[in-house]
């Protein structure tokens, strides 16, 4: 069984504060991706990674930055949070082809105050 | 035309019912379909994927026209427990587009 895993659970943190939010995922993955979720606009791509070192940008990719240093691991930063973060982050790892199908971790929701 | 458009419901059926959801996608070269399901505060978790012939899982059948641009989830015998939120989605280009969800209530 495949197994993402995220840092926390629930995450409050202050206007302007710096946010890692980190996934490890179990299964060799080549590819990890973080989305966010908000109610009524859907899931929507932030970053994503097909490779070590390597990140794309995705749709929403402005007041984040992500760091791929190893396989298994891709963290999330928010260099400065502000309150229009506040959201469910989840982070997503697939195989190998980007039409793979994703596998997701539990979620952090994060609020900033 | 938005990338994958869904129904966003909820469809509110009683147990037992059978209930379908359509999904439509705008391009025409995706090749990859799939089924999400998520619980309230929860993951996605895959359901299913989506084959060209048709696939059945259980109480679950998944269709894809190609023709038409649209993919379909049937779901019989509805049980409490299939309550939730149903994503559509699709490959396009390099990354799948998750469709906004359509929600399904069942009550006894």
């Known amino acids: 069984d495949v197994k993402v895993t995220q840092s926390s659970r629930y995450l409050v943190k202050r206007t302007g504060e710096k946010v890692f939010l980190e996934c490890v995922q179990d299964?060799?993955?080549?590819?990890m991706f973080w989305y966010r979720q908000d109610p009524g606009l859907g899931l929507r791509l932030i970053y994503f990674?097909?490779?070590?070192?390597?990140?794309e940008k995705g749709d929403i990719p402005e007041g984040y930055s992500v760091s791929r240093e190893k396989k298994e691991r891709f963290s999330l930063i928010l260099e400065s949070a502000s309150t229009n973060q506040t959201s469910m982050y989840l982070c997503a790892s697939s195989l190998g082809n980007p039409g793979d199908e994703q596998y997701f971790g539990p979620g952090t929701r994060l609020t900033v105050t | 035309r938005k990338e994958v458009e869904q129904d966003p419901g909820p469809f509110n059926v009683p147990e037992g019912a059978t209930v379908a959801f359509n999904c439509t996608y705008s391009?025409?070269?995706?090749?990859?379909f799939f089924w999400y399901r998520q619980d309230c505060r929860k993951e996605p978790k895959l359901l299913m994927s989506?084959?060209?012939s048709g696939n059945e899982d259980g109480r679950f059948t998944a269709q894809l026209n190609r023709a038409s641009q649209y993919i379909s989830l049937l779901i019989r015998d509805s049980k409490l427990s299939d309550s939730a939120t149903y994503l559509c989605?699709?490959?396009?280009?390099?990354?799948?587009?998750f469709g906004k969800g359509t929600t399904l209530s069942v009550s006894s």
């Open positions: 989506v084959y060209s």
């Open positions: 990674s097909y490779d070590v070192k390597m990140k």
């Open positions: 299964m060799d993955h080549e590819n």
């Open positions: 391009n025409s070269a995706s090749q990859s």
């Open positions: 989605v699709v490959n396009i280009r390099t990354a799948l587009i």
